[in-house]
């Protein structure tokens, strides 16, 4: 039996370099697949996509003849609402049943009912963005002091930071597992990832990490552990909707 499949979607700003401890962790458990987003990571010299239709077109373009069975999706925060959109557009295209994903594990982000935003950075001037970034904990202290960083990185930060600002909650829920995972330390969660309760209508199952927003560095292993325990052998399979 072939080994499960799993396609890891990044944080904003984030790229598939970010989950290279994660698949060093599940080698010879599962095979990871670490999606780059159009102007990012290894596509760094592609224009970025901020725009939710024009990206689901591309992903799902990009990886349906990739799906094999058994594969789930994981999102860790932003990537979280692109996993959850590009699985809801596989089933509206008519994606064949077996090849969709039969689970999504969503890492340190709120439920889409519970995302606000006060303010949209994604608006503010380079520095002014990557300043509120910092004080939410989503960016190093290093990365501000180099100008030279700020001015390579604005471009697909703005673009991921567009994306997520605005997102509009699905109105029909997945028929599929999530799985929520989230750090007890990660204020910018708290008690909100039960919210991703309401997006499926099958079952749902939360794990608390030690650690703050960025657990999937810190407590690399326990993850690991965690995916093997909830997707291995994840039971019959249940269709999108």
């Known amino acids: 039996m072939s080994l499960p499949t799993l396609f890891c979607f990044p944080f904003a700003g984030g790229s598939s370099w970010n989950f290279r401890q994660l698949a060093g962790q599940l080698r010879g458990r599962m095979d990871v697949v670490p999606i780059d987003l159009p102007g990012r990571g290894r596509r760094r010299a592609e224009p970025c996509i901020d725009t939710w239709p024009e990206l ?122 999530i799985y929520a995972y989230y750090g007890n330390q990660d204020a910018s969660v708290g008690e909100a990832f039960a919210a991703w309760r309401k997006e499926t209508s099958a079952s749902f199952q939360a794990r608390e990490f030690d650690g703050g927003h960025m657990f999937v560095h810190q407590h690399v292993t326990a993850l690991a552990d965690a995916l093997v325990a909830d997707l291995a052998g994840s039971g019959e399979r249940r269709h999108i909707v």
């Open 56 to 177: 689901e077109a591309a992903l799902t373009a990009e990886l349906r003849p990739q799906l094999r069975e058994p594969c789930a999706f994981l999102g860790y925060s932003f990537g979280a609402l692109v996993a959850l959109n590009v699985m809801h557009r596989l089933a509206a295209d008519d994606t064949p049943s077996a090849s969709l994903p039969n689970a999504l594990v969503v890492c340190a982000l709120r439920g889409p009912s519970a995302i606000a935003h006060p303010q949209l950075l994604h608006r503010m001037d380079d520095r002014a963005m990557f300043e509120a970034l910092r004080d939410l904990g989503g960016i190093p202290d290093e990365l501000l002091a180099s100008p030279e960083l700020v001015t390579l990185s604005a471009p697909s930060m703005r673009a991921d930071l567009r994306l997520f600002e605005t997102h509009e909650r699905a109105r029909v829920p997945l028929r599929v597992p």
